[in-house]
């Protein structure tokens, strides 16, 4: 049986749930939000990536009802949302602190939502007792927020969250609280729920793994702008910008000039003056146009001798070893003064390293293990 792909963004006949229509969001002479354009669709787990005042939260604020577009709209399922106030929204956010009440027990919290909406006492009772099945709760029902975890409290938050069945949910840097072993665990259990549910999840993070790992769709920050939307895979592989491909995970970034010297093929001139590298790319650039070869650590092998029959190799040394454990990361400075990183994997189990520092190796990687991208 095949398992159909979830791609509603590339489906021409699909309306997205959320759509900002040219929205800009000033305060004061400060714009948070740029003339942003942007649809979420139904049933995604979509990330905002970005640093610290990229205008990440400002847009989660807009969707949540407490901040209005300077300019542009936004819908929700086709509603104008501008007239609508944040307790009238089918949206629900649940926030970094969790906000549960210390006083009351676990299922109480879950259920204060709906008692304030005045939902009948049995179906109360079976919607909590359902949103602590989904969470893995049920025998801390009667236990005080104090007397459980942290992992264990932002479950509770996400229940609470959850209860009020939103089309909408939003999530402002929901793990940040937590331990990384426990931040990875919860991870997958936030993917397993919002799959279960069906809900919308909208995350707000400034972890690149965080939003690698639980979204079906990434979109990269700065300055109030979206710079790159896509999956994670294109994100990390097919970067659009320098700004991208050094924003995600670890790069090397190469500056040079591009020669065209076939179809798809260059030639780069570095600037430090290495050999020219070869590199082929289906973005086409004009002869001397400068540009940024953003190439990946583990895309770059390592090797004591030169290799025979690549397209391309540096001669450098060791200047610093990153042991991870599962990988090691080598610094490798080359004649020039530049320094390239190459990640191997520790597969085997060995009392001393093949590489130490101040070897001298050789750096390799082929045509098409970088991407060529414009200054």
């Avoid at 900002?20 to 002479?29: E, H, L, Y």
């Avoid at 956010?93 to 049995?122: C, V």
Wanted: charged residues 25%; proline residues 6%; glycine residues 6%.
């Amino acid at each position: 049986m095949t398992i159909p792909v979830f791609e509603p963004w590339n489906d021409p006949e699909a309306k997205p749930l959320i759509q900002f229509q040219n929205v800009t969001k000033r305060f004061g002479d400060f714009t948070a939000i740029d003339d942003l354009t942007i649809g979420i669709y139904e049933k995604e787990f979509f990330a905002l990536l970005g640093p610290s005042g990229c205008g990440k939260t400002t847009m989660m604020r807009m969707l949540a009802g407490f901040e209005t577009p300077s300019e542009g709209k936004i819908f929700l399922a086709g509603q104008d949302m501008a007239p609508v106030p944040p307790n009238k929204r089918a949206t629900n956010m649940m926030f970094q602190s969790y906000a549960l009440f210390p006083h009351l027990s676990i299922w109480e919290n879950i259920a204060f939502g709906l008692k304030r909406e005045g939902m009948a006492k049995p179906e109360i009772s079976n919607r909590v007792d359902e949103m602590l099945r989904l969470t893995r709760l049920e025998k801390f029902a009667s236990r005080k927020p104090h007397q459980i975890s942290g992992g264990q409290r932002q479950r509770v938050a996400l229940a609470r969250s959850l209860a009020k069945k939103p089309k909408l949910l939003l999530l402002d840097e929901p793990l940040g609280a937590l331990d990384k072993k426990l931040r990875q665990d919860t991870q997958f259990e936030l993917m397993d729920i919002q799959e279960k549910t069906g809900t919308t999840f909208v995350i707000v993070t400034h972890d690149q793994e965080e939003a690698m790992t639980v979204a079906s769709r990434v979109a990269v920050m700065d300055n109030g702008r979206i710079i790159q939307v896509a999956t994670p895979d294109r994100i990390y592989e097919t970067p659009n910008s320098v700004y991208v491909a050094d924003f995600i995970g670890e790069v090397n970034i190469i500056g040079g000039t591009a020669t065209p010297n076939g179809e798809d093929s260059y030639s780069i001139a570095w600037k430090d003056g290495q050999a020219p590298l070869n590199v082929k790319s289906p973005n086409p650039f004009s002869d001397g146009q400068p540009c940024h070869l953003a190439i990946r650590p583990e895309k770059v092998t390592i090797t004591s001798d030169k290799p025979t029959d690549v397209d391309n190799a540096v001669e450098g040394k060791i200047l610093d070893i990153a042991y991870l454990g599962n990988i090691s990361t080598y610094h490798v400075e080359l004649p020039s003064g530049a320094v390239i990183k190459a990640q191997s994997a520790n597969t085997r189990r060995i009392s001393r390293r093949a590489f130490t520092w101040e070897d001298t190796v050789w750096l390799s990687w082929t045509a098409t293990a970088g991407v060529l991208l414009a200054e």
